[in-house]
């Protein structure tokens, strides 16, 4: 499956942006998806995820309660709604897939999914 990210932009400490990530392939309702964000000088770290079929949504302890994964299948799209940012999440945003049954343990691994998109970049100015 090919991943196109878009959504970022600028904006102030308490503000939010809606990331959105297309999908191409048949067979994306099935993917578990997730978003990942990299800020300059870390590594990559994992923000929230989803599988595709049950359980509740993961969270990073950082962005729990302030951001919220969604998806819509017959769209072929992955969501991640930030609001009260906060200069802290200033990155690189990025959203992946995969067709593996990951579980608790593994579903935040950024190693353990197969397709990437390009990265979107979020600043929040304080």
């Known amino acids: 499956v090919q991943l196109q990210a878009s959504g970022g932009g600028l904006v102030q400490a308490g503000g939010s942006l809606r990331l959105s990530c297309a999908a191409s392939?048949?067979?994306?309702?099935?993917?578990?998806t997730g978003w990942f964000r990299q800020a300059p000088g870390k590594e990559r770290e994992f923000v929230a995820a989803?599988?595709?079929?049950?359980?509740?949504?993961y969270y990073a302890d950082s962005v729990k309660g302030r951001f919220t994964i969604s998806r819509d299948n017959s769209r072929k799209t992955v969501y991640l709604q930030m609001n009260s940012l906060e200069p802290e999440d200033t990155a690189v945003y990025f959203c992946?897939?995969?067709?593996?049954?990951?579980?608790?343990?593994?579903?935040?691994?950024?190693?353990?999914?197969?397709?990437w998109g390009q990265g979107t970049q979020v600043t929040v100015s304080s």
């Open positions: 989803r599988r595709w079929s049950f359980g509740s949504p």
């Open positions: 992946a897939a995969t067709a593996r049954g990951l579980i608790t343990t593994t579903i935040k691994l950024p190693d353990e999914y197969d397709s």
């Open positions: 392939g048949h067979t994306f309702s099935t993917y578990t």
